[in-house]
């Protein structure tokens, strides 16, 4: 254990972002990479995971960009035994933040895209934590973080689908961090709430975005970059003996 600004330091640890080209997994991947991580940057558009290591390294950090549909179990195990690469075969930090919103009022929702929901936060998120657990560090340093929303702690308006594969996200986070503590990996989930491309539609249209803001405590929307110290906490030795919560980090949205 080390204290000062060494409690945060990800040196030497490895990191597999996925929905990395967005604004928060971005965000994410470049925070992980100024503590000291290499980080695989993986998302479904493989230029813009590209475009995104690609900044990292002008940075002075370590990454490497690649295509990653989480839908896609094969694609998942390549990209755990790359992210185990970047440092000494083992993984140390995976965040299962890729993500897709179908809002629709719920009588509206057709299978396929309820299906598409589910698939993308829920089953890739499964697909991705087993294909990187053979790599997963059992010294104390394997975190997984999976990015869930207030929407899975309490509902949204026109968001069913969405709310559902969340709340499934937590409750996959909540069994996960009991089975793998005796291997001293931590899981954990967080709440974020930023202005990103996902939220777009919600911050721009005047009474959606009224009604938004009234809700949130701190009377404005985060840019990516401020929720992203949370996953280095979450991934740092600061959080070492904190496992199986939900961190909102949303300005007060949830409390
Ligand atoms: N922005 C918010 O306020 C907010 C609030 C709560 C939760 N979240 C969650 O945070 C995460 C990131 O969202 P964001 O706001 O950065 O959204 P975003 O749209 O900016 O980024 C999402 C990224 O996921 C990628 N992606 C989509 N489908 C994929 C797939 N099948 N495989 C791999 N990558 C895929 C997209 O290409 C994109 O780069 C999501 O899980 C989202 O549900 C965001």
């Known amino acids: 254990m080390t204290y000062g600004n060494g409690l945060f330091d990800l040196t030497g640890r490895s990191a597999l972002v ?14 992980l990479a100024a503590a000291g991580a ?22 002075g950090g370590k990454a ?27 993984l140390h930090v995976l965040v299962n933040n890729a993500g897709v919103t179908a809002p629709a009022m719920f009588a509206d929702i057709d299978e396929d895209s309820f299906q598409k929901v589910l698939d993308i936060h829920l089953l890739g998120a499964f697909h991705c934590t ?8 059992t010294d104390g340093t394997g975190r997984i973080i999976n990015v869930t929303s207030a929407a899975g702690l309490t509902g949204t308006l026109g968001q069913v689908n969405y709310s559902a594969a969340k709340a499934g996200v937590i409750g996959m986070t909540k069994s996960l961090a009991r089975e793998l503590a005796r ?6 989930a967080l709440a974020p709430l930023a202005a990103t491309p996902m939220t777009q539609t919600i911050r721009t249209d005047e009474k959606f975005s009224q ?21 280095v906490f979450l991934a740092s030795d600061a959080a070492s003996y904190v496992t199986g919560q939900v961190l909102a980090v949303d300005g007060g949205l949830v409390m």
């Open 64 to 90: 490497d960009g690649v295509a990653l549909d989480v839908r896609d179990r094969d694609a998942a195990g390549e990209a755990a035994a790359r992210a185990a690469a970047l440092s000494d075969g083992r």
């Open 38 to 59: 290499p980080v695989l940057v993986t998302d479904v558009d493989p230029a813009a995971a590209a475009a995104v290591a690609e900044r990292i390294t002008a940075d």
């Open 183 to 188: 291997r001293k990996i931590l899981v954990n």
């Open 211 to 231: 009604q938004m803001l009234a809700r949130i405590p701190l009377r404005r929307w985060a840019e990516p970059e401020e929720v992203a110290g949370a996953f």
């Open 130 to 137: 087993q294909a990187a657990l053979p790599y997963l560090a």
């Open 18 to 31: 996925t929905g990395a080209a967005g604004g928060i997994g971005a965000a994410v991947a470049r925070a």
